[in-house]
């Protein structure tokens, strides 16, 4: 892999997700006009996710956790890891758009003040056919949100405890700290499928 100092890490957590592996770390892969790196961090996968990876390994920065720790604690191991002044994260089952990070980190660079950026998200089928746009502001998500990364690790990360709804908590927490501007362009995404997180049982009930 390069050395040079990368201007934005994406961070992807995956779990058992690598039907959608290849797909979402093509799209991570593929940024213009701007130097990422890409950090998956996998949270002890027992599908065939290490064989997708495996192309792959070359270009990425690889990290298989000892123990499953959760998407909220993935998630601080990424960030912890990258070298990006500023770090968003995908999904393992979803993916973005070429520009992404090249837009959302000049948002930053002129507007240093806040503490990261959103980007609005369209909702895909399995054949990538979309199905409907969202705004980040009315319909929020876990990822497409670019931090700036040192002020992210200042005021804690996201709560390892929280299995569910750490992004929610994230804002809850840091009160008036948590400010984010908004991209009204749908860059990242968004898999439906059978298997989404937000689907499980206990993801609308988990307390935040």
Same mark, same amino acid.
């Given at each position: ?20 592996? !290849? ?27 290490? %064989?997708?990876?495996?192309? +792959? ?6 990290? %298989? ?9 993935? !998630? ?10 500023? +770090? ?23 507007? !240093? ?63 008036? %700290? ?8 749908? +860059? ?21």
């Amino acid at each position: 892999m390069v050395n040079k100092i990368p201007q934005v890490s994406i961070i992807i957590t995956n779990y058992n997700y690598g039907k959608y592996l !290849s797909r979402c770390l093509r799209s991570c892969l593929s940024q213009k006009y701007i130097d990422c790196e890409v950090i998956v961090v996998d949270d002890v996968s027992s599908d065939d996710s290490d %064989k997708i990876i495996k192309p +792959f390994l070359n270009d990425i920065v690889y990290i %298989k956790n000892k123990k499953n720790l959760g998407v909220a604690g993935s !998630s601080n191991v990424g960030v912890e890891n990258c070298r990006g002044r500023y +770090f968003v994260r995908v999904d393992a089952d979803d993916y973005i758009q070429s520009d992404m990070c090249y837009m959302m980190n000049y948002y930053l660079e002129e507007n !240093s003040n806040l503490f990261g950026v959103a980007c609005d998200y369209w909702m895909v089928d399995n054949y990538e056919e979309k199905i409907e746009r969202k705004s980040s502001k009315i319909d929020n998500i876990s990822c497409g949100i670019m931090y700036q990364k040192e002020l992210f690790m200042e005021l804690g990360g996201y709560d390892e405890t929280m299995r569910h709804r750490e992004e929610e908590n994230l804002r809850k927490r840091l009160g008036g %700290k948590y400010t984010l501007g908004h991209l009204e362009i749908p +860059f990242y995404r968004y898999r439906m499928h059978n298997n989404n997180k937000t689907k499980e049982p206990e993801y609308k009930t988990w307390e935040i």
